[in-house]
C-alpha cells in the first residue's frame, strides 16, 4: 500500500475514546514474506494492536516512513529491493523508534551488524510467533517508560 494522505487517517485512532484493549501504537512491518507479515498482523491485532502497516519493500518501508510517525518496526533483513541493514540505516535519519529484525540471516555477524547499525532486537528465523510479539510489546513499553520520564521535570529545592 502507498501511503497517501486518507491512508494515514484511516490508521489514525488518536481520536478515539478508551477503547477496550485497543493500543495506540502505529507499528511498521516489513517483510517479503506475505505469510509472515500477515500472520504478525493477526498476531498483533488480537493483542489489541489496530495501527499496523505492512510492506514488502525497501522502498514502500521508507515512503512510509517519509510520511507518517512510527512507534515501533520490524524488519526482514533480505528485501527484493534493499538490504534490511541499509533500511534500517536510512529509517534512523527520520526517527530513533525501536527498530526489531527479522530475519533468517543468523550468523553472528549479521547480528552484530543489525544491533551494531541501530537495531534494538534481532530475531531469527524460524521464529517463535508469540515470542516476537512479546519482544514487540516490551520494546514499545520500554519506549513509553521513556517518554514518560522525559516528561517529567525535576524538582529543584
Known amino acids: ?73 520490524v524488519l526482514d533483513v533480505m528485501l527484493p529491493d534493499m538490504d534490511g541493514f541499509e533500511l534500517c540505516q536510512q529509517i534512523r535519519k527520520f526517527t530513533s523508534i525501536p527498530i526489531l529484525f527479522l530475519t533468517a540471516r543468523s550468523g553472528d555477524l549479521d547480528k552484530l551488524t543489525g544491533l551494531g547499525i541501530g537495531g534494538d532486537d534481532y530475531i531469527t528465523k524460524p521464529f517463535y510467533p508469540l515470542e516476537v510479539v512479546a519482544r514487540i510489546q516490551a520494546q514499545l513499553r520500554r519506549q513509553q517508560l521513556y517518554k514518560s520520564s522525559a516528561q517529567l521535570k525535576p524538582h529543584f529545592f
Do not use: C, Q
Open 1 to 73: 500500500m502507498v501511503p497517501t494522505s486518507r491512508n494515514i487517517e484511516m490508521l489514525d485512532t488518536t481520536n478515539l475514546k478508551a477503547v477496550v484493549g485497543m493500543r495506540n501504537e502505529f507499528i511498521l512491518l516489513v517483510d517479503d514474506e506475505k505469510g509472515i507479515l500477515t500472520m504478525l498482523e493477526t498476531l498483533l491485532k488480537k493483542e489489541g494492536y489496530h495501527r499496523i502497516v505492512t510492506a514488502t519493500t525497501g522502498r514502500e518501508a521508507l515512503d512510509w516512513v517519509a510520511t507518517a510517525s512510527f512507534d515501533l518496526a
